[in-house]
């Protein structure tokens, strides 16, 4: 069975201090893979997904940054993190169009 | 191109109360649709898929929804609720026009349920 990890589980990082954030997926191959961040009050909102290794494409301008350097590994980076960064970032995977979630990551910039 | 919308971001129901959360959906082409719950500082667990079968769709935890072409909803409902229901509900459907099939979520909506 397929199975999607994501660490850390918490973070708390000052601002201008960089961030990487792992998501890997287990038990699939070729899958898409997305990067979503919740904010207060804001919804889910689509930053990043990856149709496979070295494939990005942005939904969202803003200083963030993903990778994808192998099949099942996506990788969410800053150089330099704002306040507004903060939230919660959530990693999913798809085969058909149906995401399955990872159990996310609350990042805290103070 | 696509589009949900869930009315309320707040619901409140009494323990052993319907259950009845909104989605309406904007879609162009037959849409595939989805509920998702959240429960505090976890990921997103699907409850339930629409995918042009039947219009009554079961999902998990006692859930259902069901699809109204002419109305353009897919409303989510739970007969009598627990507790354990007390969550962040969002509605999602299959962007079609845009990339990849990605999909497109609704605000959400919190569900309370008081005892």
Redesign the interface.
Known sequence: SQTIH?WPATLVQPVGSPLSLECTVEGTSNP?L?WYRQAAG???Q?LF?S?GIGQI?S?VPQNLSASRPQDRQFILSSKKLLLSDSG?Y?C?W?LT????????T?LTVT | AQSVTQLGSHVSVSEGALVLLRCNYSSSVPPYLFWYVQYPNQGLQLLLKYTSAATLVKGINGFEAEFKKSETSFHLTKPSAHMSDAAEYFCAVMDYGGSQGNLIFGKGTKLSVKP
């Open positions: 994501q898409n997305y804001r919804g889910l689509l997904y149709v494409s939904e919660f959530l999913a798809s169009g149906l995401q399955y979630f990872g159990p996310g609350r």
